[in-house]
């Protein structure tokens, strides 16, 4: 059931001594108040995320580059996108002379409203979800789609042609990565029995080897899979074609100044929690607290009700903040594609390979026994796999790390600029 609804239910209820909502006259009016709250707390959660993402990113981008990033506004810059913010919402509103004004000024809006609506099925926490919806699925797989329309209006309506490049880019890099990640997703669903995002979670286990990243080898590889495809889909680098700076410019956002500009980040920002959030909801086991069954905490009331709930939303923002990290990461590591690689990724190798391990789970699914020996013998070994392959990470990244501290250390003291440039 709507999660809003009993919510709203509970409300007239206890409120206004109400026996039957269905049969009050102002119910609608209570409905109403209750989605314009989720709305603004789901507003304010993305716009809050966005801000202090973009100092973040751009502190580890300085650290992978050896170098410092913002750290002049507030304790080590963390006031710096506050500032950033208040000096876009004094910059001029620019509407080009020749552009096409309704579509021009609704595009940015649009995107982040497709961006928004995502919100309304990803589950927090137990209870924490806008509406835990029967096919929570296939309305994140939808709901995207009115960012590719914003991304193609803004292209079109700047009247610039480096503009209509991005967004063809943009619309024919979403629709293509969108094949791949619904297959991914549809393995997720075959396993769950379900459509529901809270379902998907209800259906793995508090603990690692219960979550689907690690129940069979060809889950682990679909984890990777969707991975990429989001990546594409957020037009996050290496598949930053649609904004491609060396290439277009700024791509469809080239012509847009103030606060418009502002929102095309604001949603690509928030869409890093999207991506990395429906990854933990589908592969990581969600919200679940290790050691405490699902049921246990839906069940709970009062204080401890309360406690549970924080703990799980804590947990959840967790997992989600190390694949968020790791979006980041990518960003400053790898190269960008060109556009016939990125295509050719998509429709010579992830299709292919998600309809490969969409059959194979298939039979995995109809032919293994769930929590039997073969079952159990898999799961050990994906989680064997998948800790080596985090040490390794680790190792690699304290080894970076010592070295750049033994380059500081030896640059102590010394000129930054040398040698001197003489003019002629």
């Not at 929570?136 to 042609?161: C, F, Q, R, T, Y």
Request: net charge neutral; glycine share 8%.
């Amino acid at each position: 059931m709507n999660n809003l609804q009993g919510l709203a239910d509970y409300a007239i209820r206890a409120w206004f001594s109400v026996p039957d909502p269905a049969r009050w006259p102002y119910t609608w009016l209570v409905y109403l108040g209750f989605i314009l709250l989720a709305g603004l707390i789901a507003v304010g959660f993305a716009a809050g995320f966005a801000g202090p993402m973009s100092f973040i990113e751009r502190r580890i981008a300085g650290r992978m580059m050896s170098r410092i990033g913002p750290n002049r506004v507030g304790p080590q810059g963390i006031f710096q996108f506050i500032a950033d913010g208040i000096k876009s919402l004094l910059k001029e509103d620019i509407v080009p002379a020749e552009a096409d004004r309704p579509l021009f000024l609704l595009a940015p809006y649009l995107v982040f409203t497709g961006m928004f609506g995502t919100f309304v099925a990803l589950p927090f926490a137990a209870h924490v979800i806008a509406a835990d919806l029967d096919v929570g699925i296939l309305w994140l797989l939808a709901i995207p789609s009115l960012v590719v329309v914003g991304l193609l209006m803004a292209g079109w309506g700047s009247n610039s042609k480096w503009a209509v490049f991005g967004g063809v880019r943009s619309a024919a890099q979403l629709v293509s990565y969108e094949i791949p990640s619904a297959f991914a997703l549809l393995s997720v669903v075959l396993f769950a029995g379900t459509l529901s995002t809270q379902g998907i979670i209800a259906a793995q286990g508090p603990w690692p080897w219960e979550w689907f990243i690690f129940r069979n080898p060809l889950l682990f590889v679909t984890f990777f899979i969707f991975f990429i495809s989001a990546l594409a889909e957020g037009n996050r680098a290496p598949f930053d074609l649609p904004e491609a700076e060396s290439e277009l410019v700024s791509g469809y956002n080239v012509e847009y100044s103030g606060m418009r500009f502002v929102f095309f980040f604001f949603a690509e920002w928030a869409n890093l929690w999207v991506m990395s959030a429906l990854a933990t909801t589908a592969f990581l086991g969600g919200w679940q607290v290790p050691g405490m069954p699902a049921v246990e905490i839906a069940a709970m009331t009062g204080w401890r009700f309360v406690g549970w709930e924080a703990l799980s939303f804590l947990i959840f923002a967790l997992k989600t903040s190390v694949l968020v990290f790791v979006v980041v990461q990518l960003r400053w590591t790898l190269p960008r594609l060109r556009v016939d690689q990125l295509m050719t990724t998509c429709w010579k190798y992830l299709v292919p390979l998600s309809l490969i391990t969409l059959t194979g789970n298939l039979v995995l699914l109809a032919l293994v026994p769930e929590r039997g020996v073969v079952d159990w013998m898999m799961r050990g070994l994906m989680v064997l796999i998948a800790a080596a392959l985090a040490l390794r990470y680790l190792q690699r990244v304290r080894a970076n790390y010592l070295a750049d501290r033994e380059n500081y250390r030896k640059m102590e003291g010394k000129e930054l600029w040398y040698p001197p440039y003489r003019l002629p």
